[in-house]
Structures are given as structure tokens and as C-alpha cells.
């Protein structure tokens, strides 16, 4: 490891690899640290067909056609009584290769989207802990300090930090950037089941979303390699961890309260232990500095609903990427430069927020709003592909929100 780096990036999860790989691919020297050892277990299995061209770019997708990975071609939704929603196959939408995609282990596909880094020329160290992300006086980032897996404690230069580390938000939480989102105060609760029952062709690896009989909760179904398939739950946060049940009870009761899952449990066997994360969804009000940018969910996290936490973190990586390149180009490594992509990006991923606050309004029926307007099939497809930043993407919801508004009133009143 040098005394100094062009580019140091915190994180090795699917943002700060991807950015790594960018800057380094480009000749600008790179150090790239991950606080645990590669390997690790994380959540966030399932992909966004829109992955496709991350994938493309950094040269993995033959990686990733030869891989264990299960083929995702849809998603499906389940109501409350557990009738079942006609897939949305994304190949019926676009028939092109991108439309298939992948549910992965997340040990694995970060180790890959790691080791590409090193190989298009970062230096790459597991087991680093960045301590601090060093500021000068007037808020200019000028490196790290950190310590290594062999204890030493080192502080490192560098003319760009690109803070990708996760939840812990390292530059964020210095700065108190960060803010909750006050309407998705989540948690989860999820485990791995061996034998839970698929459906058969081309839906056996959709991601499959199941609301609870009295839409308090919901489930996800995503189906990995080797018959182990990931079933989480997610509500507000009061209701699953604050009623003086114990994790592993609440999630057994949210269970026996998802008429969907009942068939697919009934010749399955949990795995390992369950696991818990709480109040996760949040934002940051700003988003660059001189010399640092914030990627992946150290910039924010949204919700699991949708599959979308990877996307945004490849999207977040390669813009936040082809930034500090030009601002190396064009000696310029402002806030404005590092953070140009930002709002382009908040536009695009709101649509997706909406989508998220449509699912969580109690009476709001997405199947009933389909029936009625058809026409914005291909809309909504188009999202859950992650298809954000096209013109017109958003237009269904001018119908939409005066019907989810309708919907939110009567709740209040009610």
C-alpha cells in the first residue's frame, strides 16, 4: 500500500468496486478498501435488469452467464389474500438479452465486481477499517487514515475520497449529512430456506413480493443457486422489533400471516440463523464535497421493495466514476464536478420512491389501477426493469397520484 493514491475508495460492495474500477481502468492510481474480509456475507440478492449495462461496461457479463447465479426473467406480486398477480416477464417488454438478469449471492458477486477492480489496476485491500476520512479546514477531503489487517494505523493521501461505505456513511455521519426518511422508518427480518417450492419455466427465478393478510408486513421470495431461496419480511419498525417479541417470534408470526407463502414452505427447511437490520431507509442533503463524493448507500437507501439497491449502487459507481475522471481531465475536483451526476440521478431514482409510497399506501391496489389502466402496463415495467431516467417514465403517475392521494386521505380519515 502507497503513502498516496490519486483516488482512494472506501467500500468494496457493488459501488465502490465499480467506481474503483473506472477510475483505475483510466490510469489514475487506486486504492480500494473493504473493512471485512472478502468473501462476506450481505443482503441485497436480486438484480435489476438494467444491471445489464453496468455489467457490460466493466467487462463481467461473460462472468456472469457462466456463473451459479439463478436467471430472474420477472417478478410477480401477491396480495393480501394470496391471489397472484400475472408475472411481469421483461422479455415480453423488450425481447433483447439485457431483459435477463440474476438473483445472486452477494459474497460472491462482490468478490467478482473486487477482484475486477484489481484487475483493471487498483490495489485492493480487505480487512482495512478506514478510521476517519481526513478534511482540511475548509471542508477539503485530503485522504484517510486507516488501519490494516495487521493492526497498523496509517494515514493515507489522496486527492479524491469516494466514500462507498455502505450504511456506516462514513463522511455523512462526520458531517451529519445523513437524514431518515420520516414515511420509511423499515426493518427486516429475513432467513434462507432450503426446498422452498419455485414455480416452473421462466418464472421459477422471479422475485416474488407477498403482503401479509392484513398488509402490515411483506414478504420477499427470491430463489438462489442450489434450492436456497431468501424469504425476508418487511414493516415499520415499531411494529417488528417494538411489541416485546423477540426477532425470531415476530418473524415466525408474519410467516403464519403470508396466505402466499404457505404452499411454498410446506416441504422446506430453514438454513442458518435469522438476521435483522432496522431503520435503514435514509438520504443525504448533500452529496459531494472538494475532493470526496458519496456512492452507493453511503449516499442513501431507499427500500428492498423493488430490487433496486444494487442499480442504483453500479449506476452511482460509474457516474460518480466518469466525474473524477474528468475532473482529473480538467483539474478540477469541486463539489460541483465530483457531484454533477447527483441530480440527474435523484430525478431518476424518485420514480421509484413513488413506487415505494404507492406499495406502502394501505388501500391503494396496484392490480385494481392496472385493471383500469392498462395502457400504463409497459410504465410500470419499465421501472421494475429500472428504466429511471428515459423521458416519459413517470407518466403514469400523473394518474397515479391523485389515486394513491384519494387512497392516503380516507386512511388519515378513517
Not at 102 to 117: C, G, S, Y
Not at 155 to 167: C, F, L, P, T
Not at 172 to 181: F, H, T
Not at 225 to 236: A, F, K, L, M, P
Amino acid at each position: 500500500m502507497r503513502d498516496a493514491y490519486d483516488v482512494v475508495v472506501i467500500g468494496g460492495g457493488p459501488a465502490g468496486s465499480t467506481a474503483a474500477s473506472l477510475v483505475a481502468q483510466a490510469g489514475h492510481s487506486t486504492l480500494l478498501v473493504e473493512r471485512e474480509k472478502f468473501p462476506r456475507f450481505h443482503v441485497g440478492e436480486s438484480l435489476m435488469p438494467e444491471c445489464y449495462w453496468s455489467l457490460e461496461r466493466l467487462g463481467l457479463l461473460e462472468r456472469m452467464k457462466a456463473s451459479k447465479f439463478t436467471r430472474k426473467k420477472s417478478v410477480q406480486f401477491v396480495t393480501a389474500s394470496g391471489k397472484e398477480s400475472e408475472p411481469f416477464y421483461f422479455t415480453e417488454h423488450d425481447p433483447r438479452e439485457s431483459s435477463t438478469t440474476w438473483q445472486v449471492e452477494r459474497a460472491d458477486f462482490d468478490q467478482m465486481l473486487f477482484d475486477r477492480a484489481s484487475e483493471l489496476g487498483a490495489d485492493c485491500y480487505d480487512q482495512t477499517r478506514v478510521l476517519d476520512v481526513l478534511l482540511d479546514d475548509d471542508g477539503a477531503a485530503r485522504g484517510v487514515k486507516l488501519r490494516t489487517v495487521d493492526g497498523q494505523t496509517r494515514e493515507i493521501s489522496a486527492k479524491v475520497v469516494m466514500d462507498g461505505s455502505g450504511q456506516s456513511s462514513l463522511i455523512a455521519n462526520k458531517l451529519g449529512l445523513r437524514e431518515d426518511i420520516p414515511d420509511l422508518r423499515k426493518a427486516a427480518i429475513w432467513g434462507y430456506y432450503k426446498n422452498a417450492m419455485r414455480d416452473e419455466g421462466d418464472n421459477a427465478g422471479a422475485t416474488i413480493v407477498m403482503h401479509t393478510n392484513q398488509k402490515d408486513s411483506w414478504f420477499w421470495f427470491i430463489p438462489l443457486s442450489n434450492e436456497v431461496t431468501s424469504i425476508g419480511c418487511v414493516g415499520d419498525s415499531d411494529y417488528l422489533l417494538k411489541t416485546g417479541l423477540d426477532s425470531e417470534s415476530r418473524y415466525r408470526l408474519e410467516l403464519d400471516r403470508c396466505p402466499g407463502l404457505q404452499s411454498r414452505l410446506e416441504k422446506a427447511e430453514r438454513v442458518g440463523k435469522i438476521n435483522v437490520a432496522k431503520e435503514y431507509s435514509y438520504w443525504t442533503k448533500q452529496h459531494s464535497g472538494q475532493g470526496w463524493v458519496l456512492i452507493g448507500d453511503a449516499f442513501g437507501f431507499l427500500d428492498p421493495i423493488y430490487s433496486s439497491g444494487v442499480y442504483f449502487a453500479l449506476v452511482m459507481g460509474e457516474r460518480a466514476a466518469d466525474a473524477v475522471i474528468e475532473g482529473f481531465e480538467q483539474d478540477d475536483l469541486s463539489a460541483k464536478q465530483l457531484g454533477k451526476w447527483c441530480e440527474d440521478f435523484k430525478r431518476g431514482s424518485r420514480w421509484i420512491h413513488k413506487l415505494v409510497d404507492a406499495f406502502y399506501t394501505k388501500d391503494f391496489s396496484f392490480g385494481g389501477f392496472m385493471r383500469d389502466n392498462p395502457q400504463f402496463r409497459g410504465n410500470l415495467t419499465d421501472l421494475l426493469i429500472g428504466r429511471i431516467f428515459n423521458d416519459g417514465v413517470g407518466n403514469m403517475f400523473e394518474k397515479m397520484d391523485p389515486a394513491m392521494a384519494n387512497k392516503a386521505s380516507s386512511q388519515a380519515i378513517a
